[in-house]
């Protein structure tokens, strides 16, 4: 394991020399920076290369791809979301009295961004960072209400169930995401913890691109009780934060998603 470490973290100061590099850089030049073997920075460099961080020029030196470009790119967006989300999540927690949440995908769960308290003395635990099935709750399934065709095939035919409402098959899955869409709106009807419920709605980026989900959650019962205003107030907060990101029309896009299967 030792070995194995020290391998990696060579690997990781080679990558961030060549991307802190103005220019490209030859084996003989690594093989004097690092104080290693040529066969050492040559097989670094063959790991990188097979996963994509770094690519040789025309002249046979070594470059970072956009790889990590693309990585670095995709955090400062998660960032900006929770930045730019911040009155609109205020607002929502002041007026539903709930937690609110602002979560991504990742893979097949929502991971929590960030997170406004309920005002209310009873209250459904979760945490920063924590991270959920999508399929299981409101945030998660407006996420997936918005990708691609392709994305649901990423869950078994048979999804594991955690409560009595759980959604129990992905043909039911891609159901219920039919009508997220037609209502805008998702709904956790204690799917993921037996008594905590919430309403969730799609956030979009500049591009109209769906990158975030805002939701509130809490007691089973008192979301249900104030369904209504909870799914009003949820959707006003979506459309703030998308409004905040440069979303240009929030509604048309929206709308642009409605007739999917």
Not at 36 to 44: D, E, G, W
Not at 62 to 69: D, G, M, P, W
């Amino acid at each position: 394991m030792e070995r194995m470490n020290t391998t990696l973290l060579k690997g990781l100061k080679m990558l961030e020399l060549l991307a802190r590099s103005e220019k490209s850089r030859s084996i003989s030049e690594l093989v004097r920076e690092f104080e290693l073997p040529k066969s050492n920075v040559h097989r670094t460099l063959s790991a990188l290369v097979e996963a994509g961080f770094v690519q040789q020029d025309a002249n046979g030196k070594y470059e970072c791809t956009l790889k990590l470009f693309e990585l670095g790119s995709l955090i400062t967006s998660r960032i900006d979301v929770r930045s730019r989300a911040e009155t609109a999540m205020e607002s929502l927690a002041e007026k539903t009295r709930e937690a609110v949440h602002l979560g991504v995908l990742e893979g097949t769960d929502v991971v929590y961004l960030h997170k406004i308290e309920s005002s209310e003395p009873i209250r459904a635990y979760s945490r920063v960072g924590g991270r959920a099935p999508a399929y299981c709750v409101a945030s998660g399934k407006a996420l997936l209400a918005y990708q691609a065709d392709d994305y649901l095939v990423r869950f078994p035919d048979e999804l594991t169930s955690y409560t009595s409402t759980t959604l129990n098959a992905r043909s039911d899955l891609a159901e219920q995401l039919t009508e997220v869409r037609r209502q805008r709106v998702a709904i956790n009807g204690g799917e993921w913890r037996e008594e905590v419920g919430g309403v969730g709605a799609i956030v979009f980026d500049h591009n109209d691109k769906p990158v975030a989900a805002v939701g509130v959650s809490g007691p089973l019962e008192r979301i249900q009780t104030s369904l209504q205003v909870n799914r009003e107030e949820v959707l006003a907060a979506a459309h703030d934060i998308s409004q905040a990101l440069g979303c240009r029309d929030y509604e048309r896009t929206v709308a642009q998603w409605e007739g999917r299967k």
